[in-house]
């Protein structure tokens, strides 16, 4: 690639998956650098100076104040205007796992109405914390992240994430829009059901993974995709042989080759 576009990273107290996701960033094709949450706010012509802007998992602020509740405050208040512009530049943007918690609170994914947000991230089902592999079916329509994509294989880790909606016409509001882009799904790829605790394991509205905006320009997403981007990530991999394309992977470079 003649000109690898440029990922920022940007990370808040408490984030843990920066570097990691940093690295995917790069093994995708990527230039990559990470800042604080702080260095940009102080300098928001960061922002104009990459092309896809990464929030990574981890737990921002202790998760103190609710999942991702501190950081998303910071973003609406300090840097709202700059992020639609980011957008609307046509640059991408990703949140994982405590960057997805983030980004449904900033409004970016799903716009809140007079009477407030009209999605959230809560408490799992099971109310505990939740660390194993998923299948993921995946609907991408515009998501720019998730071009060519029909299945993936990738470790959830959280305790605050289950997708739900204010009210069921919001639900069917995004599901005919085709925001609902990743669920959660039995071994053979099928989107599975609420109560599947087996294959839904946080619980769910239709088994919700992750969502995109009306734009397919900013995905978000429970999975971490940056945590299978070796084939020997693969838990199965003694078994399975190594793949040549990890599925986590996959989403990076189809960010980077956005830019192509």
């Known amino acids: 690639m003649a000109h690898a576009p440029r990922v920022l990273v940007m990370r808040a107290p408490g984030t843990n998956c920066d570097r990691e996701t940093a690295f995917a960033c790069e093994l995708a094709g990527a230039t990559t650098s990470t800042h604080t949450l702080l260095e ?14 990464v929030l990574p998992g981890g737990f921002s602020y ?39 918690q983030a980004l449904v609170r900033t409004g970016l994914l799903v716009p809140p109405d007079e009477d407030g947000p009209l999605i959230s991230l809560t408490r799992n089902t099971q109310g505990r914390y939740i660390d194993r592999w998923v299948q993921i079916a995946v609907q991408p329509g515009n ?10 294989r990738l470790p959830m880790a959280h305790g605050e994430g289950r997708f739900v909606a204010r009210e069921n ?35 769910s509205q239709r088994a919700v993974a992750g969502l995109t905006d009306l734009t397919g320009q900013v995905l978000g997403l429970m999975p971490h995709p940056e945590r299978h981007c070796l084939p020997t990530q693969h838990p199965q991999w003694t078994r399975l042989g190594l793949s040549a394309q990890p599925d986590g992977l996959k989403i990076f470079q189809n960010a980077v080759n956005s830019f192509a």
């Open 40 to 53: 940009v706010r102080q300098r928001p012509a960061l922002l104009r100076e990459h092309q896809i802007l």
């Open 62 to 100: 202790g998760d103190d104040a609710g999942a991702g509740a501190i950081w998303a405050a910071e973003l609406r208040h300090f840097l709202a205007d700059e992020l639609r512009a980011f957008r609307d530049r046509g640059k991408l943007i990703l949140g994982i796992c405590n960057g997805f």
């Open 143 to 152: 998501c720019q992240f998730l071009t060519g994509l029909d299945a993936l």
């Open 169 to 203: 016409w919001h639900l069917e509001g995004l599901e005919q829009a085709g925001q609902l882009v990743l669920r959660y799904a039995t071994a053979e790829g099928r989107p599975t059901e609420e109560d599947d605790s087996e294959n839904n394991p946080n619980g």
